[in-house]
């Protein structure tokens, strides 16, 4: 069983910064491709970022420009680095990972999340 715990949320003033990470841990196989969820209050989770293993990476339109992504494969981890934050950034944010099985098996996970709140 894999987990996925993300940290780093937290409360900041418009045009500050933050940085999230996620880290897998458990039985871990082989991890593919992971990203960076988040869903507002009354909203749809929406994607904000993701990254292939071969670093591969696609951004939502809104976070262009402001936030980057990025893995680490020794530690089996995924960050987002936030820029210029804004109170419309203010969501909770949640780490995916596709864990590969076999060749023919994947299983997504999830993390519980972690709020951020942009507000001055």
């Known amino acids: 069983q894999v987990q996925l715990v993300e940290s780093g949320g937290g409360l900041v003033k418009p045009g500050g910064s933050l940085r999230l990470s996620c880290a897998a841990s458990?039985?871990?196989?082989?991890?593919?491709?992971m990203g960076w969820y988040r869903q507002a209050p009354g909203k749809q989770r929406e994607l904000v970022a993701t990254?292939?293993?071969?670093?591969?990476?696609n951004y939502a339109d809104s976070v262009k420009g402001r936030f980057t992504i990025s893995r680490d494969f020794a530690k089996n981890a995924v960050y987002l680095e936030m820029n210029t934050l804004s109170p419309e950034d203010t969501a909770d944010y949640y780490c995916?990972?596709?864990?590969?099985?076999?060749?023919?098996?994947?299983?997504?996970?999830w993390g519980q999340g972690t709020l951020v709140t942009v507000s001055s």
């Open positions: 458990g039985s871990i196989f082989v991890i593919g491709d």
């Open positions: 990254i292939t293993r071969s670093g591969f990476t």
């Open positions: 995916k990972a596709v864990v590969i099985i076999t060749p023919a098996r994947s299983l997504e996970v």
